[in-house]
């Protein structure tokens, strides 16, 4: 159901632009028949050397005609069909990005890079051809066969029959044999591609580490050597596609000859004028060229099913909650104002019914100014809990709210309440000002100033050349692991919101840089309702309330001195994190 929904909706949606260019689509191979077979008539009555000119002049009128209309409806069906698919094009592209946009926060988790890409690339422009070059066309050729043997049938309903044979190997039997033989090869050439997609994406993502173990060119030589591999197959395919053409053909020309002997039996039999020859055997060509692209158009038919099976499965994250917001934007900005009361009860969520419960019945009362550390070791549930709190997952059972608001219903309004700093913010390829000036779009310079002097940057961006007006590199390479985790906090001061989300933001930072950021955070984020998520108990002293997580559950809470008070295991951690706490005794 979710692949049928990305074509289906369109259907019913522009079915009157689909029937006109069904129509025009007939037309114009109507008009292409009538000129070739006026054509042929004008041909040989030109040749019996008519007595007067009026003996002609109708067929080269109606030459003219036909000639002039083929060229005016194609163009004019060539216009709707483009339109209608590009429009069509445009709100699938429009939905796409409002199914991966909720995702953005665990996309990652879900998905590999080469995956989005592929669907961004590929995908939508396969679906824009299941109309162009496969539902236009076979459509219109049926319309052509029924014509076409009704046409003849008024003739010679016997020749009508063997015509309908001829006709039904190039729009049926052609069609079917080229798919068994190409539906393996393109599955498996859509595969292949696929993977080269995920083997570049992680070679650019990785450059450095190929090169410095200098491995380039074996990367090279076995990305080349999977581009053959796709090549040979692509190649048999196109192949196969030149023998189909030849067999089409070879059906054309047994079609062309079998007019021209039942044309010729015809006037033998006084049924046709000698004039009538030439115009049923010229017809057969633009006819025939209705039939031709069948095979072609339903050959292509599992590439647009892999491609649906895809966006299928990026579309399964897809909720309705969040495609419309249930609370406008001063109603967010006024609950921010308010300070926010996060409340989670009994939630619990997997991802699915098979798989485990990533968090299970976990309650928390977390008032406006807390602190609290989340910590657990990998694939505790604390990334599971982060994305409920985040609006990003609706909670299998339970609640979670932000005021008495299902944190998951918030949907875009959400960054008015709740701002992340995580362990890899991204910094784009702009300026210094720029990046900051993502948490707040209306901001004036002097609140950029103003929090980028909170966070101990302001004397560093002064003293470059161009000041806020430097640009960063892309991922803000221009800047040290410490500084882009500081330009990153400057955003989220910026943003100004009652929750802040802090993701291992120290992680791969040197213990005095860590430090100094700890203590800038926990500074400039006074009377903020503070979460964070860690591996190690940093900051843990600073913590109103320190929360132990092992699959999904709460294994272990309370306050730092409780835990170092009660629990042994706390205390190792604690120790391990903090070697210059052990007592020598």
Known sequence: MNSESWLRPYVRTYFGRFLLIIVLGSLTLLTASMLMFTSGFLISKAALRPENILMVYVPIVLVRTFGISRAVIHYVERLVSHDAVLRIVSKMRTRLYQILEPQALF????????????????????????????????????????????????????????????????????????????????????????????????????????VISGRPAQFLSTYEADEREVAHIEGQIKSWGRWRQLIGQCVIGLSVVSMVIWAGQQFADQHISATLIAAFVLVVFPIMDAFMPVSEAIEKIPRYQDSLSRLAEISSGERDSVEVSTLTTAEAQALASEGVDLKVEHASFRYSEQSPWSVQDLTLDIPQGKKIAIIGRSGAGKSTLLKLIEGALAPTSGTVQLSGKEAYQIGDQMPHVISVLNQSPHLFDTTVENNIRLGDREAADEDIRRVVQQVKLDQLIESLPLGYKTHMHETGQRFSGGERQRIALARVLLQNTPVVILDEPTVGLDPSTENELVRTMLDTMQGKTLIWVTHHLVAAEHMDEIIFMDNGAIAMRGTHAELMEKSARYRNLYLLDHPEAYVVE
């Open 107 to 210: 996309i990652s988790s879900r998905f590999r890079t080469g995956d989005v890409l592929g669907v961004l690339s590929d995908d939508i422009e396969y679906l824009q051809d299941v109309y162009l070059r496969t539902v236009f066309p076979t459509v219109v050729a049926l319309v052509m066969y029924v014509f076409t043997i009704v046409a003849l049938g008024s003739f010679d309903i016997q020749f009508a029959l063997v015509m309908a044979l001829y006709i039904f190997v190039l729009v049926a039997v052609l069609p079917w044999v080229s798919l068994l033989i190409t539906k393996t090869k393109t599955k498996l050439a859509k595969q292949q591609r696929g993977q080269l997609y995920h083997k570049l994406t992680d070679a650019v993502l990785g450059m450095s580490d190929w």
